[in-house]
């Protein structure tokens, strides 16, 4: 096992094996990144916005959450569900709160 790894060591030492490394990993990113489709969120999925906000206290995140009114400036959304302190993560998560179109 030393023996392997005193040779991986001597490889890795040579600067211009690891130049050949970093252009071989760009390289296949660049490859594999390129063949991905453009759009991989399925058509139905697209139109969902949600926000999720965490704050220091109760009152606070209430606050908060009346004032962002983010989603009212987009006309394409029919309605919007708000909640502050839902509950999903035990008790004493009163600083949390979520909106959905």
Not at 5 to 11: G, R, V
Not at 12 to 40: H, M, P, Q, R
Not at 79 to 86: C, D, H, Q, W, Y
Request: charged content about 15%; aromatic content about 10%.
């Amino acid at each position: 096992m030393e023996t392997s790894y005193n040779t991986i060591l001597a490889i890795s030492n040579k600067k211009i094996v690891a130049v050949f490394i970093l252009i071989g990993t760009f390289g296949l990113t660049y490859y594999f990144g390129s063949s991905l489709d453009s759009e991989l969120a399925p058509l139905d999925d697209r139109s969902d916005l949600s926000l999720r906000m965490t704050g220091p206290v109760y009152e606070y995140m209430d606050n908060y959450m009346q004032s962002q009114m983010v989603m009212d400036s987009i006309p394409e959304i029919n309605g919007i569900l708000s909640v502050t302190s839902p509950g999903f993560s035990g008790p004493g998560a009163s600083n949390t709160g979520f909106k959905k179109s």
